[in-house]
């Protein structure tokens, strides 16, 4: 550990944390970063030491960690009313105008609003309207999901089912009845000599193939991010949304959009099913909803789901399901001013969505730069979310050996150099603030190629 004092900030860290997503082979010899507070895209730990935040906290914080304008919303949402639930027809008036805008900003013509504290639970909550509705529909063998694997969903049971990683088989999961597909990364599952196009097809026929075995009518939706984000930032194959689109819609089942990395503005578009140009029939969102500076996380149902489930709870007259927390009067005003911020912007910042459409081709043109590099094997990404996977051998995608810990060592190293990014499988992840500038983007891609170039020299 770096700091191996017992009263030190890392040992005192070490003494009560459980840690949960963490290397721990990195976090014993490094010991944890304790933060202290934050200043526009960077933060700062408790030895003064800064860091740019290429990952925006996990995805979340994209009005950066200083932003006076979200803290006198929340603030001032405080001092008049500081929480209060949504049961029993009970609701503040933030939540109310948060519904409204929600709808307003979702790519459907009306719809539905219901509130959580993350996507975890937003996600689990829309399987238990799925469920309720085939119950109600009086179709109750109709209980089976479909995802895709390296999907994430969350953690909570039903959502960590969802998520399609080898590493929920710790827990026993996934639950039985969630089915998972191919992951759609050409790059990655294409066969040689396959066109990308024969790619989709071949997904889509999958899709088609599942759902004939298992049945139709035993198949209560499809979950998907428009891109994958802890799957390691995967767009999917070209046309893979019109493709499947059509074969969902044939057999009736919902499609449900996780757009809890891709809503507001991560993509360039509002949401990812704006950007690649499809219709779902419902919304999952969390993380930039509030901007990070509040857990929230929110099901937005279309009009077909929120007429279907509002038929289904007047015949049994209450709808038994809700968090304490849910539709926060705090979380609600914090949501309406990053919402706000996102589009219209303040006296601080600009549009922030207008900045990630500015800074797209810079970050692009970073990533390919570095994706140059003999042991970089692909960039990818859309709007500010990016990835470069490592490769040990670039023509033959061949990966390095997990036990190197390869993309641990960049990151950690990144770290050294007052760089926060993301090792996600080999690949490294950056996912920038909204309010990111034009040197900050050129710092981050400096410091990230000093890694890349240190760590590979290490290698080889
Ligand atoms: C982060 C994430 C979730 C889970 O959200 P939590 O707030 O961590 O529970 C769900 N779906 C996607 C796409 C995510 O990125």
């Known amino acids: 550990m770096t700091n191996d004092q017992p009263n030190s900030w890392e040992a005192r860290a070490d003494a009560t944390a459980f840690y949960g997503f963490t290397d721990l082979p990195s976090v014993h010899e490094r010991g944890a970063v304790v933060l202290t507070h ?60 948060l519904s409204e805008k929600l709808v307003e900003m979702s790519p459907f013509e009306r719809g539905k609003v219901f509130y959580t504290n993350s996507g975890s639970e937003a996600n689990d909550t829309m399987v238990k309207m799925l469920w309720f509705l085939s119950d109600a529909e009086g179709k109750p063998k109709r209980r089976k999901f479909i995802s895709r694997v390296n999907a994430y969903h969350g953690v909570t049971v039903a959502s960590a089912s969802l998520t399609g990683k080898p590493y929920n088989s710790v827990f026993g999961l996934p639950l039985p009845g969630f089915l998972h597909l191919t992951c759609p990364h050409y790059w990655r599952e294409g066969k040689p000599g396959e066109t990308e ?17 298992e049945g139709a009518d035993t198949i209560a939706g ?57 219709m779902p029939d419902a919304i999952i969102s969390s993380k930039n909803l509030t901007a990070g500076y509040f857990p929230m996380g929110a099901v937005i149902l279309g009009p077909d789901l929120a007429d279907r489930l509002q038929a289904a709870v007047e015949e049994i007259e209450e709808f038994p399901h809700g968090f304490t927390a849910s539709g926060h009067p705090v979380g609600s005003a914090i949501a309406l001013k990053a919402i706000d911020l996102i589009v219209n912007g303040d006296d601080e910042s600009g549009p922030l969505i207008e900045n990630v459409r500015a800074m797209t081709p810079k970050f692009e043109a970073g990533l390919a730069r570095l994706a140059e590099h003999k042991h970089i094997g692909e960039w990818r990404g859309k709007g500010l979310m990016g990835a470069l996977e490592a490769v040990k051998d670039k023509d033959s995608k061949t990966p390095w050996d997990g036990s190197l810990s390869v993309s641990e060592r960049i990151a950690n ?29 050129d710092e981050m891609f400096d410091k990230l190629e000093k890694a890349l170039n240190s760590v590979f020299a290490e290698l080889t």
């Not at 050294?416 to 603030?433: E, F, K, Y």
Request: hydrophobic share 40%; net charge negative.
């Open 38 to 97: 934050g200043d526009g895209p960077y933060v700062v730990d408790v030895n003064g030491r800064r860091y740019l935040d290429a990952n925006s906290g996990l995805w979340n914080m994209v009005a950066g960690f200083s932003h006076k304008g979200m803290a006198a919303a929340a603030k001032a949402q405080y001092d008049r009313f500081p929480g209060y639930h949504a049961f029993f027809g009970r609701m503040s008036d933030q939540t109310v105008m």
């Open 197 to 213: 196009e024969q790619f989709t097809r071949r997904m889509a026929k999958e899709l088609e193939d599942m759902i004939e075995r």
């Open 222 to 278: 499809f979950f998907a991010e428009p891109v994958m984000g802890a799957g390691g930032v995967i767009p999917p194959s070209k046309g893979y949304f019109q493709a499947i689109t059509p074969i969902l819609r044939k057999h009736g089942i919902p499609l449900i959009a996780d757009e809890v990395i891709c809503g507001f503005g991560r993509t360039g578009g509002m949401w990812g099913c704006e950007t690649y140009d499809f």
């Open 413 to 441: 190293t990144c770290t050294d150099h007052g760089l926060i990014c993301r090792p996600l499988g080999q690949s490294i992840v950056l996912c920038p603030p909204f309010i990111i500038n034009d040197a900050q983007m």
